[in-house]
């Protein structure tokens, strides 16, 4: 079955970087975009992102132009997530999350990961 | 980039009523419409995609509807497990935008 697992919880610096992992497996991995989505807490969902696991190319919500990077280890199948120049608006629930048609175009979600909440605190 | 308004922001409704949110677009985006449901502590989990297509596995009571600027989700005959926060995503073009969700809670 698809599953999308994440790494743990991180407490951040506010200046700091985070990186994030999302290791995808029940599918090839190289067919299906994945894209990171935040929330904080109590608030609305925020899209970040999308890379191609097959291509590596990125493509970032302009929020996060520049702080944001995206890559990809598709040996162990695995898109990492870092956001760099923490501040404390960054403390949120991390997603990385597939889209269920392979080749791109359908830019919504079927399969999520668990979650990464990222604390930034002094 | 295109905003997203969902109402109500919040609706308190029964077991077996019939619920309706409504999504509305800052311009036309067709029927390049997801929604989403979310319960606390968890990944939000997808319902409806272009518009008015069932995901799979998602219970038939729930339908949506509409396209260019406006359009509805509907809850028909509201069940215990769907008491949640749902949410409108507009998925024809980038920066993709979320709307600001509605909860639906026990009245």
């Known amino acids: 079955q698809v599953q999308l697992v994440q790494s743990g919880a991180e407490v951040k610096k506010p200046g700091a970087s985070v990186k994030v992992s999302c290791k995808a497996s029940g599918y090839t991995f190289t067919n299906y975009e994945i894209h990171w989505v935040r929330q904080a807490t109590g608030r609305g969902l925020e899209w970040m992102g999308w890379m191609s696991p097959n291509s590596g190319h990125t493509d970032f919500a302009q929020n996060f132009q520049g702080r944001v990077t995206m890559t990809r280890d598709t040996s162990t199948s695995t898109v990492y997530m870092e956001l760099s120049s923490l501040r404390s608006e960054d403390t949120a629930v991390y997603y990385c999350t597939r889209v269920p048609c392979s080749g791109g175009g359908c830019d919504f979600w079927d399969y999520w990961g668990q979650g990464t909440l990222v604390t930034v605190s002094p | ?107």
Not at chain 2, 9 to 19: F, I, L, N, Q
């Open chain 2, 1 to 107: 980039d295109i905003q997203m308004a969902q109402s109500p922001s919040s609706v308190s409704a029964s077991v077996g009523d019939r619920v309706t949110i409504t999504c509305r677009a800052s311009q036309d985006i067709s029927n390049w419409l997801a929604w989403y449901q979310q319960k606390p502590g968890t990944a939000p989990r997808l319902l409806i995609f272009a518009a008015s297509s069932l995901q799979s596995g998602v219970p038939s009571r729930f339908s949506g509807s509409g396209s260019g600027t406006e359009f509805t989700l509907t809850i028909s005959g509201l069940q215990p497990e769907d008491f949640a926060t749902y949410y409108c995503q507009q998925t024809n073009n980038f920066p993709l935008t979320f709307g600001g969700g509605t909860k639906v809670d026990i009245k």
